[in-house]
């Protein structure tokens, strides 16, 4: 999720006094391939990206720069679908335990050097070195555990895992995870400490600014995967000279700065979308991602152990409703956490959407419920999740259910949920696009899991094991009904992203990833 | 004089010394793990373990405050653990930017508002003071946040005067960094002579009704003299005091101007770094900004007697 900037300079005392450190990847400066100047999209970053060290440290907000300048093996599509990117193709053998990737012939990396298998091996070995914090770290030694790395020949990589596993090539591209990035190993200094980031996409890293801006030079040497462009996979190509990433943390100077021209692309907030589009010069791109809202229920708390209570909660709260009010009418109510873009997204008949008054009543009756508090933790961190808290008492309340709201700051809510110490929380969770993600981001024993139900753990073992598509999404309807019978948590809905952008901008398409890719686009 | 500057040095020392303990044991006290802020929601307990490792946060507190202040004797003020940069390079840095933009908005702020407050006392309950008085009531009402939009929509986008986004260092061209600085400086400006020219006007209309004065006048000093020699220097005094402690609470970090703004300033990064529990950024934050804190007033204080010769240092 992280990449790094070189130290370029360090601090430059101007005649004010202000002095900046300035960070920057020097090849981008040196190599003639690395394009300079000329044309330039402007996009906006709502927090700093920390960018450093992938396997030292690992955070989501550098995942927009991220993605234009390394690649993995393989990435997901629009369609949440695996595909080969630094692979030719690939294969799964051994009945899934093995599993074979042909690189394409070559693909350079930013300093001019050839990609080969012993690249992809040398990434893999540092990114799952001991004190790597890596997010798929933990994966690729747990549930998708893999045993060893080979490389044949310079342009095959075998992957053999301790068990057959469907979801290998999925995990190696989950977003959460840098979609497993391959660099190069002069990416390092001498001493073994992170330099700079040195990998094969469109674009190579460019000047950064800490607290300001990152940008991204084109490559001119990239060397395209072949096929449509579909996502992150498919024909990707730098179409401008540079795109600039500002960091602009506050929503309405986001606003001003597309409506001045200043900025050609941003996320803007649901409520300003109408605004956006009644300006001529821009639009809006709306794009349904796998981001999911939930309201979590823990089962350890004395009185949410009770089954019939933490169902009526689930029946007593309208989810199209809580979507609809959140999102501003942007977002659909969902009862389950699996997203509608996944191939494997199977609503139950009769989706339980709506408030069900009669069956909150027989179910609170069943549970003997007797107005006992109930606190849901939220946070003004992340507006979304406390405006749901909100929605979420109201419709409770109405039922006759006693809820309190207690809002805390967001590193203390995150300590609670990663502890487990709470009784019910406002939350979201990042996307996850592989099958059985979406599933895994609450199931199993961990204390930060909020459901450890056996039956759900050995499901999803079940799942994650799977190499069948079908029996993947029979699998995954198991686990949703059971979920639902369970209630661990109420799915309400997953976030529909707004991007704005200057129409002077053409390619702008809607995916269901976090932030646009910014490649395939130009300037008309 | 002498002895008095060391006497203020020391309880300088003193304080310094207080702030340092206070933040660091108030920043550990303050529920939130940084690693879990990091990591995200998907966390493991390992990786969790490491990065606290790393950072010294597995270690009991006495031995993380002595680490600490070691390190902090030799210059070291730690590295950030949200950028992996230093933190004394990163705190001075964003320093320079918030105190460019405040020096020049309090300069701005003196120059309008203490002649603006003297002339309304001097016309005390004219239309003039009327006018002044209003004026400072109503931008001392106005949320800077607020007023800042306002001048990003009118002079930004509206009229198209001024860049709406980012900064540019004052190492290049000039006339650009200036247009990128103009907007805060004005609206930081516009607030704090709200707040000034009522303190100027209060302490004109005092020193107004003081028995000197009236002889000034009596003597047959033209107007303009008992006012620039006589009032000034004594109705300055106690601005004087309040510009010490506006610079100081000031230059400790205009967060809500600089996320309006897009500034990079340390008002800005300390929030960040507080939600972040970003640790060795937070205590290098207030430590520096309790140093220009105190030196400021220490300033202030050795610059009274210029102003009010009956305080004396000693």
């Known amino acids: 999720m992280i990449f790094s900037f070189q130290r370029f300079a360090n601090v430059r005392s101007g005649r004010l006094g202000v002095a900046f450190v300035v960070l920057s990847l020097g090849i981008g400066f040196a190599d003639p391939a690395i394009a300079q100047g000329g044309s330039i999209i402007r996009a906006a970053l709502n927090e700093d990206i920390r960018g450093v060290d992938p396997a030292r440290q690992s955070e989501g907000m550098a995942d927009p720069v991220h993605m234009h300048v390394v690649e993995g093996l393989v990435a997901y599509g629009s369609n949440l679908e695996v595909g080969p990117v630094l692979a030719e193709s690939y294969s799964v053998e051994d009945g899934g335990k093995t599993y074979v990737f042909k690189l394409r012939d070559g693909v350079k990396f930013h300093n001019g050097e050839t990609l080969t298998s012993a690249d992809v091996k040398w990434s893999w070995d540092y990114l799952m070195a001991e004190g790597s914090v890596w997010r798929c770290k933990a994966v690729f030694e747990g549930n998708v555990k893999v045993l060893a790395v080979e490389t044949p020949n310079p342009l095959t990589v075998v992957y053999r895992l301790a068990e057959p596993n469907g979801s290998f ?64 996979i498919g024909r990707k ?43 001529a010069a821009l639009d809006v791109v709306l794009s349904e991602t796998t981001v999911w809202y939930a309201l979590l229920l823990n089962q350890k708390d004395p009185l949410l152990q009770n089954k019939a209570l933490r169902q009526a909660i689930a029946s007593a709260i309208d ?3 809580v979507a609809q009010g959140v999102t501003y009418g942007l977002a659909t109510g969902t009862s389950t956490p699996m997203p509608r873009v996944s191939r494997y997204y199977s609503p139950i008949a009769n989706e339980p959407l709506a408030a069900n008054p009669d069956r909150t009543r027989e179910l609170l009756a069943e549970a003997g419920y007797d107005g006992e508090p109930i606190t849901i933790i939220a946070n ?84 994650l094991v799977a190499t069948d598509p079908d029996e993947v999404r029979a699998i995954s309807d198991e686990i949703y009904a059971l979920f639902i019978e369970e209630a661990p948590a109420v799915s309400l809905f997953h976030m529909t992203l707004a991007n704005g952008f200057n129409k002077r901008l053409e390619g702008i398409k809607s995916a269901p990833f976090d932030t646009p890719t910014l490649w395939n686009v130009s300037i008309k | ?88 390079p990163l705190i001075l840095d964003r320093f320079g930017v918030t105190a460019t933009i405040v020096v020049l908005a309090v300069a701005i702020a003196v120059a309008i508002a203490v002649p603006a407050g003297m002339i309304a006392a001097w016309r005390q309950n004219s239309l003039t003071d009327v006018v002044a008085i209003s004026l400072a009531t109503l931008l001392l009402s106005i949320p800077s946040f607020w007023l800042g939009l306002i001048m990003l929509l009118v002079f930004g986008l509206k009229l198209g005067w001024v860049p709406v986004l980012g900064f540019v260092g004052f190492d290049g061209d000039i006339l650009r ?32 009704r003081l028995e000197y004065v009236t002889h000034a006048r009596a003597k047959g000093i033209p107007e303009w003299k008992v006012l620039v020699r006589h009032v000034f220097p004594n109705a300055f005094a106690p601005t004087l005091t309040l510009i010490g402690l506006m610079l100081g609470n000031l230059l400790g970090g205009i967060a809500v101007l600089e996320t309006v703004f897009t500034l990079p300033g340390i008002g800005k990064l300390l929030v960040e770094s507080i939600f972040a529990r970003d640790y060795p950024v937070v205590q290098g934050c207030l430590l520096l900004t309790a140093t220009v804190f105190v030196l400021i007033n220490l300033v202030v204080d050795l610059l009274y007697p210029v102003f009010d010769p009956r305080v004396t240092v000693e």
Not at chain 1, 414 to 442: C, H, N, V
Not at chain 2, 37 to 62: F, K, N, V
């Open chain 2, 1 to 88: 004089m002498f002895r008095y500057f060391l006497r203020r040095t020391l309880m300088t020392g003193i304080t310094l010394s207080l702030v340092g303990i206070t933040v660091f044991f108030i920043m550990r006290l303050i529920p939130g793990d940084p690693a879990s802020l990091m990591l995200g929601e998907s966390a493991t307990d390992e990786q969790l373990q490491i990065l606290r490792g790393r950072w010294g946060l597995d270690q009991p507190l006495p031995v993380q405050f002595g680490y600490w202040l070691a390190s902090l004797l030799s210059g070291d003020f730690g590295v950030s653990t949200r950028t992996g940069q230093d933190v004394l």
């Open chain 2, 177 to 208: 960094a200036l247009s990128f600085i103009i907007l805060p400086v004005v609206t930081l400006a516009l607030i704090e002579i709200g707040v000034l020219i009522r303190m100027a006007r209060a302490s004109t209309i005092e020193v107004l």
């Open chain 1, 319 to 321: 989810r199209q409703a």
């Open chain 1, 237 to 279: 190509e730098a179409m401008v000279d540079k795109i600039r990433f500002s960091v602009v943390t506050d929503p309405a100077a986001r606003i001003v700065g597309l409506r001045s021209g200043e900025l050609d692309v941003s996320s803007v907030a649901s409520q300003s979308v109408d605004q956006i589009r009644q300006e």
């Open chain 1, 380 to 463: 003004k961190s992340f507006q979304s999740m406390f405006d749901q808290a909100i929605i979420i008492q109201s419709q409770l309340q109405a039922a006759g259910i006693n809820v309190t709201i207690e809002t805390l700051e967001w590193g203390l809510q995150l300590e609670r949920y990663t502890g487990g110490k709470y009784q019910s929380q406002s939350f979201s969770y990042s996307g996850r696009f592989d099958p059985m993600g979406a599933w895994e981001r609450i199931i199993g024993p961990e204390s930060r899991k909020v459901w450890k139900d056996e039956r759900a753990i050995a499901l999803l073992k079940k799942g």
């Open chain 1, 169 to 232: 090539a999925y995990t190696l591209a989950r977003t959460d995870c840098a979609g497993t990035p391959v660099f190069h190993k002069s990416s390092l200094k001498a001493d073994g400490s992170w330099g700079s980031v040195i990998g094969t996409g469109p674009f190579a890293a460019g000047e950064r600014k800490i607290g300001e801006y990152a940008e991204v030079l084109r490559f001119a040497d990239y060397k395209s995967p072949a096929g449509e462009a579909n996502g992150r």
